[in-house]
């Protein structure tokens, strides 16, 4: 297992346990609030994690011939139903009681963690799209827990300061440059950008050439927010020099799937 695994893994289980304080409390009503998920409560976010990182840890566990087999059962059930298959299960699994579901949720996290560190090394692990590797997914995992952390924390009118752990979330952010065009069936630029950003602590991060005539900088949380579709466009400082850079902000997406509505503009 690498270090950086190693270290991915500690802020995923670092902002599952800031989340995790922040429901475990909640009596039947504070579970039942809407979020700004439209038709998602906070227990359906929570069990959305819990079912996305049971089934990661099945991917993960793939390797196997009874990891295989599970894998395969889930694409299978997919398959039957590719449009619902993940907004049903969240519905399904937010039908538990809040210390059942927290407890399954407490389940998944640890067997996720497990599962990522025994992927055999130089292997990648199967999704619903390509190939990933367990860092990969580790990332992947963090940004869905942060974003829709983040629903939770809006739902409940919380706040909690950002933390430089959000890097991972920008760093997907840009590595998913050309899969949001191919969302929205368009043809990527050529041109590489260049994105620069301050992080919460003040640190600068920065991807692609200096001399890259297209760029994006501003603020790391708002581009985290935004590459999440947890903000509108116009309520982020981000700025965008050159017409593709600009066009990039208003489809940019982290996540897997089809492009989401976003939020309306504050």
Avoid: N
């Avoid at 990648?124 to 990332?139: D, I, L």
């Avoid at 950008?193 to 005539?213: D, N, Y």
């Amino acid at each position: 297992m690498s270090d950086l695994l190693e270290a991915l893994l500690g802020d995923l289980r670092a902002e599952g346990d800031q989340l995790w304080s922040t429901v475990a409390g909640l009596d039947a009503d504070g579970w039942a609030t809407p979020t700004p998920a439209p038709g998602w409560s906070v227990a359906t976010q929570v069990a959305h994690l819990a079912w996305t990182d049971e089934v990661a840890a099945l991917a993960a566990r793939s390797h196997t011939p009874e990891g295989k087999v599970a894998w395969d059962e889930v694409v299978l059930a997919a398959m039957a139903d590719p449009a619902g298959f993940v907004d049903t299960a969240a519905e399904e699994v937010a039908r538990l009681a809040p210390e059942a579901l927290l407890a399954r949720w407490g389940k998944a996290r640890e067997e996720l963690t497990i599962a990522l560190r025994e992927v055999p090394a130089g292997e990648k692990m199967p999704w619903f799209g390509p190939p990933m590797s367990p860092t990969s997914m580790g990332t992947a995992r963090f940004m869905e827990t942060w974003a829709h952390s983040l629903d939770v924390y809006d739902a409940l009118d919380q706040r909690h300061e950002p933390t430089d752990r959000v890097r991972h979330v920008a760093h997907l952010g840009v590595r998913t440059r050309d899969f949001a065009y191919s969302v929205h069936e368009q043809q990527p630029p050529a041109e590489p950008f260049r994105v620069q950003l301050v992080s919460p602590s003040g640190q600068t991060w920065a991807w692609g050439p200096e001399e890259a005539t297209q760029t994006v900088t501003g603020s790391a949380y708002d581009f985290c927010l935004l590459v999440t579709q947890r903000v509108h466009r116009d309520d982020t400082d981000l700025v965008a020099t050159g017409a593709d850079a600009e066009h990039w902000l208003t489809i940019a997406q982290a996540f897997a799937g089809p492009a989401g509505p976003g939020r309306e503009q504050r």
